[in-house]
């Protein structure tokens, strides 16, 4: 150990010292924070981060050690007063995290458990839970920054120092989650360079210091370029040991939850792409519970699990892959003689773009965004394993799918080792009023001709009959179908099929197997029995034979109650049509005798909970905390080596230095919280520019008392609930509005008052 370090030196001491605290406090903070996604305020983290390094580099560098003593209890004092003002807070907090990190784990493990806090906090708002994860997280910055200082600084162990950490580290990492690529950079650059100077450190802290102060920047030069070069998806995606590991617990969890259930051998909720129809006998079911759903609503829901395309007299089958890439990318479209579609004749060729990344079973709740959205809740228990169960007007896109993958227009495939799906569904978006504008109805339109091609296919063998069928239904009489008024053509012919149907079969679950080389639907009419399959399939050829695009749907039909769990047995398998509405979508109808076939747009709206669509859909990845180590015990402590008291002049430096430090981190925050703010109300989308401009003066009103100008807030439910595309001008105006009432919060206030509303909060 040196004993005479002149001023220059213990200055260098110093501020690798607080380098290297700064890394290992930001780097273990943040791979938990990336690693689950808390919600936090990144910023105030960081500039926790910025003020502890220093603080505390200056604390434990104190060579008195009364002083040190009693700065020790003071930091402790105020967090423990800040502890006990926050508690309220901290506590939410504290249940967020808990719910995020067993969330975490159990979507990792591919398990279906779930923490609810709801019952302990009521319902809050993604801003309240990122307030308290933010608040939970300043004091837990204090404590590791403590933790790491000690072990550093005053204990001079780098095995310690690793061996204190790295438990935050390994929580996540267990589980296969990996934390943010620049703070696992800093964590294990920290560790490098600790490891590099691990002797010295202990004997030499002026070359310590030294190598510390050279490697460093050299090191940040080198991950930087690395970082350059290595795309981060990379690293964020795993490799194929991991995707092998997913593989392995996702197969032993499918056997465990006994993901071949009845309903998938009869093929009502088959595992496959393909439905094999010859198999079709008696139906058996164990009583097993196949989903498990909650939704925000009571009533009758069906989930749609997979729908077919192509009948084979012995099943149905999905379309090819390369067909979905032209209904993506675009083909030729040749008018078929049965779709009346334009005045273009049967023959002719068209080329037809495709919808990109639209996806057509969105395009009911896009129709109709005056429909409330309802948050449901769907875990497979023991139906097929490959699909996601969704409910009708489905609202959540491609882009804010987690765990589930659309294929094509048939379905939602589920993830690996994800079990459970938060899905929101506009489900009284109505055909009656809904229609779609804008590049969403361009984008049905390319895809309506791609419906005209592929859902209208009936077999050659079969027309005879099937057209024959139609005739007989058009002399058939039968009641009218009632409907509302408006009720689309082919809503009403498709409920006049099932009718029909009812009064040439009965409903049987013990009908036979159709004979070895017998077409299904022909078994079907000749027995004059059957059940959801039989009059599905048989529904849908008929309406294919009117030029009416139909296809047949597999899945499960429920009973919610509002806030509640239900269970789904695997009786309740079923199929049923969907038929396509021009501007609109597919509308599923039903048509197996005795089944509620009524849908939530066609019955009296209900008061329902006010949903939020802003929340997280799917699994929520999550958070982990562990409880920061305490330091060793005293007598446990290995003897620390005598060190020549610092120089008084030191302090005289390092305090102002802690000072600025401090202050040009607050300054730092504000410049860039105005940079956000600029480019958030500048952007392309004035809508959503505006909607920026509101919620920033929601949190200025928030914090002064006052209210959001009565003006800005028309323009912004105008941007947010209406199909409005605002203009420039309007965008100023709301700006306009925005400056002067921000102006305005900030004169109000006092001078105290004012540096914390712009440097603090970052509010002006």
Request: proline share 5%.
């Amino acid at each position: 150990m040196n004993e005479n370090l002149t001023l220059t030196r213990r200055t260098a001491v110093a501020l690798s010292d607080c380098l290297m605290l700064f890394l290992g406090l930001y780097g273990t903070l943040f791979c938990l924070i990336t690693a689950f996604h808390l919600p936090v305020d990144y910023q105030t983290i960081t500039a926790a981060c910025l003020v502890c390094a220093p603080l505390f580099t200056a604390v434990f560098a104190l060579p008195w050690y009364w002083a040190r003593a009693a700065l020790y209890l003071g930091c402790a004092a105020a967090v423990a007063v800040t502890a006990w003002r926050w508690l309220d807070l901290l506590t939410l907090g504290g249940l967020v995290l808990a719910r995020q990190v067993v969330n975490t784990f159990a979507w990792a493990l591919g398990s279906s458990v779930t923490l609810d806090i709801t019952v302990l906090t009521g319902e809050t708002t993604l801003g309240d839970e990122a307030a308290a994860i933010t608040a939970l997280f300043l004091l837990l910055a204090v404590a590791v920054a403590f933790w790491i200082g000690w072990l550093w600084q005053r204990m001079r162990s780098f095995w310690l120092t690793f061996w204190g950490t790295f438990p935050l580290l390994a929580l996540p990492l267990s589980v296969t989650v990996t934390p943010g690529w620049v703070p696992l950079l800093m964590l294990l650059l920290f560790w490098g360079v600790g490891l590099l100077v691990r002797q010295t450190n202990k004997t030499d802290l002026s070359g310590s210091a030294k190598t510390v102060l050279m490697v460093l920047p050299l090191c940040v030069l080198l991950l930087t370029g690395l970082g350059a070069v290595l795309p981060r998806e990379d690293y964020e995606q795993t490799g194929w040991a991991a995707e092998a590991r997913l593989e392995i617990i996702d197969r032993l969890a499918a056997v465990g939850r006994g993901a071949a259930s009845a309903g998938a051998d009869l093929g009502l909720a088959s595992g496959s792409d393909q439905i094999d129809l010859s198999r079709v006998g008696p139906l058996g079911f164990d009583g097993d519970t196949a989903l498990r759903v909650r939704s925000q609503t009571t009533g009758h829901i069906y989930l749609r699990g997979f729908s077919s395309a192509v009948y084979t007299g012995g099943g149905w089958e999905q379309l090819s892959d390369e067909v979905y890439q032209q209904m993506r990318e675009g083909w030729t479209f040749t008018v078929p003689d049965t779709a009346a579609i334009s005045s273009l004749k049967s023959g002719t060729e068209v080329p037809i773009d495709g919808i990109g990344a639209y996806q057509p079973i969105n395009f009911p709740a896009m129709a109709d965004a005056n429909a409330d959205s309802v948050r449901i809740e769907v875990e497979n228990v023991g139906a097929a394993d490959r699909f996601v169960y969704t409910p009708y007007q489905l609202s959540t896109t491609p882009d804010r799918m987690t765990g589930a993958e659309f294929v094509g227009d048939a379905y939602l495939a589920r993830g690996t080792g994800v079990w459970t799906h938060i899905l929101y569904a506009r489900e009284t978006a109505s055909p009656l009023r809904a229609r779609l504008t804008g590049d969403a109805a361009q984008m049905e339109q390319n895809y309506r001709y791609f419906v005209y091609e592929n859902y209208l296919q009936l077999p050659d063998e079969l027309r005879e009959e099937i057209t024959a069928l139609v005739e007989n239904m058009e002399t058939w009489d039968g009641q009218a179908v009632s409907a509302e008024p408006g009720t689309p053509y082919r809503l009403l012919l498709a409920r006049h099929v099932g009718g029909y149907l009812a009064s040439i079969a009965v409903y049987d679950p013990d009908t036979p197997a159709a004979p070895e080389g017998t077409d299904f639907v022909t078994h079907f009419l000749d027995e004059g029995r059957g059940y959801c399959m039989h009059f599905a399939t048989t529904a849908t050829l008929m309406l294919r034979s009117m030029g009416i695009p139909a296809r047949y749907v597999s899945g499960y039909v429920a009973d919610t109650a509002a806030g509640e769990w239900v269970d789904v047995p695997d009786y309740n398998a079923h199929a049923w049509v969907e038929v396509y509405l021009a501007g609109y979508g597919w509308q599923p109808v039903e048509v197996t005798p005795g089944y509620d076939g009524t849908f939530a747009w066609e019955r009296e709206p209900e008061e329902t909970p006010e949903p939020s669509e802003t929340q997280t859909a799917g699994p929520t990845p999550a958070p982990t905390h562990s409880q920061a180590p305490r330091p060793t015990q005293e007598a446990e402590r290995p003897e620390e080596p005598e060190r020549e008291p610092l120089s008084p002049w030191l302090w005289l430096l390092a305090i102002p230095a802690v000072l600025a430090l401090a202050a040009a981190g607050l300054v730092l925050r504000r410049r860039l919280a105005a940079r956000s703010r600029a480019r958030k109300f500048g952007q392309a989308d004035f809508n959503r520019a505006v909607i920026e401009m509101y919620l920033y003066m929601e949190k200025v009103a928030a914090r002064t008392g006052g209210a959001v100008d009565p003006a800005l807030e028309a323009l912004a439910k105008k941007a947010a609930f209406s199909a409005h595309v605002l203009t420039e001008p309007e965008r100023e105006t709301a700006r306009t509005l925005t400056e002067q009432a921000a102006d305005a919060a900030d004169q109000s206030r006092s001078r105290l008052g004012r540096l914390a509303f712009r440097y603090i909060l970052g509010l002006y």
